[in-house]
Each structure stands twice: as structure tokens, then as C-alpha cells.
């Protein structure tokens, strides 16, 4: 069972095509998470992609993209939620994965989730441009990473 999960999920104003162009650019992972090397398990298109995490931590990651309809946005536009998963151990002098102490564990998932937040809301902002709620967004295409 691994030590470090984290579970996030944020909603965008843009179609998950925008988004799984983003978290395609493998060349961009390492800005995205420069401690973890990633190697794709499942690269599910517009729905997201599944990968093997090695370096700092050793486990798996996913980022699920779900397309909803945004009944309560005036805009009439779908929108994607994000959804990120880190499922990992810290690897031990052998490289394969080492529980750690529960209060580690607990702060290094705290982390790991603030990141993650941090990440996906600078995401957020640049693909949606500063759209306000109910306006339509200004952004149609991949974000750069970082």
C-alpha cells in the first residue's frame, strides 16, 4: 500500500482537448514536476494520461479528464474537470518503493496536494485568459507548462 496519496480536482473553462494537449508536451513534464521522471502507462487522448513516477517518489500518477456540461454558465460552453492523482512511496536505496512513517507521509501528501492546487490554478488562469464567471473563455489552444 502506498504512503503518499494525493487527490485533487479542478474545473476549466475550456474543452479537455486544450487540457490533454497541456499534459501531452512530454518535453513540459519536467517543469510541471521537476523532482518525478515520468513514463506514460496509458495515454487515454482527451480523457488524460496515466503514468510510472520514478525519482523523488515511485508509484503512479494520473490526470483524468471528465467533460461537463456547464448547465450554470450562461456561456452554453462545455468545460473539463481535472482530476490528479498521486499514488507513491519514497523509493528506498534499492530504488523500489519504501513506506515511510505516517507523519511523513502526511506532510509530504500536504505538499504534494499544495503543488499540485498551485499548479492547476496558474493553469487555469492562463487557459482561461482572467474569463469571469458566465463570460465565455478567451483561450482556445495549449498552455505552455511551468
Not at 20 to 42: G, H, I, K, N
Not at 53 to 66: P, R
Not at 119 to 130: D, N, S
Amino acid at each position: 500500500m502506498m504512503s503518499i496519496h494525493v487527490a485533487d480536482q479542478t474545473w476549466f473553462a475550456v474543452p479537455a482537448r486544450v487540457l490533454a494537449a497541456v499534459f501531452a508536451q512530454a518535453q513540459s513534464w519536467p517543469q510541471m514536476w521537476p523532482d518525478l521522471q515520468l513514463e506514460v502507462l496509458t495515454d487515454r487522448g482527451d480523457k488524460g494520461m496515466r503514468w510510472t513516477v520514478t525519482g523523488a517518489l515511485v508509484g503512479n500518477m494520473e490526470v483524468w479528464l471528465e467533460a461537463v456540461d456547464t448547465d450554470g454558465d450562461a456561456t452554453g460552453e462545455s468545460g473539463t474537470v481535472l482530476h490528479y492523482f498521486l499514488r507513491a512511496d519514497v523509493p528506498g536505496p534499492d530504488g523500489l518503493p519504501r513506506p515511510v512513517p505516517p507523519r511523513r507521509a502526511a506532510a509530504e501528501t500536504a505538499r504534494r496536494h499544495r503543488d499540485a492546487k498551485r499548479f492547476a490554478l496558474t493553469l487555469k488562469r492562463h487557459l482561461e485568459g482572467g474569463r469571469a464567471p458566465g463570460e465565455p473563455p478567451h483561450h482556445d489552444g495549449p498552455a505552455p507548462a511551468g
